[in-house]
Every structure is written in structure tokens, then in C-alpha cells.
């Protein structure tokens, strides 16, 4: 199941980002500085971000001897992901996918979710970062239509280096303006 993530899902979150991400893996307070910006702490037409988890389906999960509510070793949250829209351009901001779950398409769904929201929103371009040394990472991006525009050096607290990359969400707008101007010049004109 896929849902908003809450600021009571950040615990089990956070020990998953600290798991999958163990050199760049985001300060805690930065996870609720972004839910801050989401719907519902404010309203939809100023949002600017959306994250949502997917948890595994509690008839589905394995039961994990004495773990409490919040421990992050019973497994509930699978993966999660995160976007922020500030027109005209969206960005993935996370996505991650628990190592049980990977390879079942779980990434692709929430990426899916995240350009959904994106085109909902009216963005012309979604962008993401990715470390050069994820590949996998990188083939869940291009199988989805992402394109690699740009390296950034030293982006991630490692030094690492980031691909940017971009999906177009719509035409670009000189090809959009060049069709319409070829419409306008073959009609009527004063000369």
C-alpha cells in the first residue's frame, strides 16, 4: 500500500535512508522540514512538496519477534519518496526501496506517483540526482525516460558525484512556438 508519508513515519524512514544511504543519508530535521511544505501542514494550492511511503501489507508481513511499534526491523515501510514542485520545473528530492523489496517495481511505482503529481501540477520538466556509482538507480531512471543532461562534481557530503538528469513533461516551448509561428506566418500578413 501507498500512502502520505506522516512526520510519524519519519523514525521507521530515517532507518531505512540510514541503511541505503549510509554516507549522504539526510539529517533527520530535514525530512521534517520537507513534510513542513507538504499537504496537509499546508494547503494544497501552497504545497510545494508530496512524499509518500509504501508499506508492506500487514497480512503480508512476516512477524518480527519482540520488535516494537516504531522499530524499524519489523519492516513495514518499504520504500518511500519524495518531490518538490516550484513551477516550471519538479524534482525527485528521494526515492528509496527497501533491499527485500527491490526489483519487484515498487521504484518505478513511486517514481510513476511522483511524475503523476508533476503533470498534475503543471511542471514542463522533472529533474533528479543520482550518485555515478548507482547504476542501478540509474537504469530504474532511464527505463522511465530520464536522460542524463548534466555531472555534478563533488554534490553529494562524500564527494561523490551526482548524474542530473531530466524527463520532459511537455514540449519544449521553442518547438511549441515554431509550429505556431509557421500557422501564423503561412496566414494573412501586412508587409
Not at 10 to 39: C, G, I, K, N, T
Not at 113 to 129: F, K, P, Y
Not at 136 to 164: C, K, M, T, V
Request: include cysteine.
Amino acid at each position: 500500500m501507498i500512502r502520505a508519508m506522516t512526520a510519524a513515519d519519519v523514525p521507521e524512514v530515517m532507518a531505512l535512508e540510514r541503511q541505503l544511504f549510509p554516507h549522504d543519508a539526510w539529517p533527520e530535521r530535514f525530512l521534517y522540514d520537507e513534510l513542513a511544505q507538504a499537504e496537509p501542514a499546508v494547503a494544497a494550492h501552497r504545497a510545494t512538496r508530496k512524499y509518500w511511503v509504501a508499506e508492506q501489507d500487514q497480512h503480508d508481513a512476516a512477524p518480527v519477534p519482540d520488535a516494537a511499534p516504531s522499530d524499524p526491523q519489523r519492516g513495514s515501510i518499504l520504500g518511500y519518496a519524495g518531490m518538490m514542485c516550484v513551477l516550471p520545473l519538479a524534482d525527485v528530492q528521494t526515492l528509496a526501496v527497501a533491499p527485500q523489496a527491490q526489483g519487484e517495481g515498487l521504484g518505478s511505482r513511486l517514481l510513476g506517483l511522483i511524475e503523476q503529481e508533476s503533470r498534475r501540477r503543471g511542471a514542463e520538466d522533472l529533474l533528479l540526482e543520482v550518485r555515478i556509482d548507482n547504476p542501478g538507480a540509474q537504469r530504474l531512471y532511464r527505463r522511465n525516460g530520464f536522460e542524463q543532461i548534466h555531472l555534478r562534481r563533488s554534490y553529494y557530503p562524500d564527494g561523490g558525484d551526482a548524474l542530473i538528469m531530466r524527463k520532459r513533461l511537455t514540449e519544449p516551448a521553442a518547438a511549441v512556438g515554431a509550429v505556431g509561428s509557421e500557422q501564423i506566418t503561412g496566414g494573412a500578413s501586412h508587409g
